[in-house]
């Protein structure tokens, strides 16, 4: 019996979903998830499918490891938790494009791909959604260097590190980006404390223009009143 699941790399809990595929089957599900924790330690902080080939007469179990979704890889690259919420205004990272090799080498056997070119290619799409510069650019415009054949010799010869320099200028660049999103953010941050206080204003307004009425209402009422009493007097000195 085959059995899939999504478990994070070292720190396999139980939970109801996986009580209740594995539970009906009786098998030791302490046991199992010592035994995931175990061989998906390399992968702690990400993601990661793992296998389960489960024998349901004997209860041996074997647990076999996928490789961690391209996002979760690249995450880990860089140390980050999570992508951008706004990919296409906020940056969360600048990565080179050796980095980008690393993760698709990691992956090409999983993707449909026939060469380590497309599964960059691929890569640099998860790049794009997740918020990364590459190469200090956008990676649509890594995409267009590949396929001009800038990367050629770094892609074929597969190389995963860059070098220092380049790491200490592509965080140089990514510091220069990062304070014009700092910039960006307060500047909206106080037009929108501007846009709140402009409508609290507006607000009061109203409900001071509201408690006003009635005293208005019984000042227009008196000046007629006083108005009819004069009216009446004038008759009544004819």
């Given at each position: 019996m085959i059995i899939k699941l999504l478990v994070e790399g070292g720190a396999m809990k139980v939970n109801p979903g996986i009580a209740q595929k594995l539970g009906p089957l009786g098998m030791n599900i302490g046991k199992i998830t010592s035994e995931v924790n175990k061989v998906?330690?390399?992968?702690?902080?990400?993601?990661?499918?793992?296998?389960?080939?489960?024998?349901?007469?004997?209860?041996?179990?074997?647990?076999?490891?996928?490789?961690?979704?391209?996002?979760?890889?690249?995450?880990?690259?860089?140390?980050?938790?999570?992508?951008?919420?706004?990919?296409?205004?906020?940056?969360?990272?600048n990565a080179a494009i050796?980095?980008?090799?690393?993760?698709?080498?990691?992956?090409?056997?999983g993707m449909m791909v026939n060469t380590l070119k497309e599964a960059v290619k691929n890569v640099l799409g998860s790049c794009v959604?997740?918020?990364?510069?590459?190469?200090?650019?956008?990676?649509?415009?890594?995409?267009?260097?590949?396929?001009?054949?800038?990367?050629?010799?770094?892609?074929?010869?597969?190389?995963?590190?860059?070098?220092?320099?380049?790491?200490?200028?592509l965080q140089k660049d990514f510091a220069v980006v990062k304070e014009a999103q700092e910039k960006a953010a307060k500047v909206a941050e106080e037009a929108k404390a501007a846009e709140e206080a402009k409508a609290a204003e507006a607000g009061k307004a109203v409900e001071e223009g509201k408690a006003a009425a009635?005293?208005?209402?019984?000042?227009?009422?008196e000046k007629v009143e006083e108005k009819k009493k004069v009216e009446e007097n004038k008759v009544e000195k004819k």
């Open positions: 998906t330690t390399a992968f702690q902080g990400m993601r990661v499918p793992v296998t389960l080939d489960i024998n349901a007469d004997t209860k041996d179990f074997k647990v076999i490891i996928g490789t961690p979704p391209t996002s979760e890889l690249l995450k880990k690259e860089f140390s980050l938790l999570k992508g951008s919420a706004t990919p296409g205004n906020v940056k969360v990272a050796e980095h980008v090799i690393k993760v698709a080498k990691i992956k090409q056997k959604s997740l918020g990364f510069l590459v190469e200090s650019e956008d990676p649509r415009e890594a995409i267009a260097k590949i396929d001009a054949g800038e990367y050629d010799k770094l892609i074929n010869k597969g190389i995963e590190v860059p070098s220092q320099e380049k790491l200490d200028k009635p005293a208005e209402a019984e000042k227009k009422e």
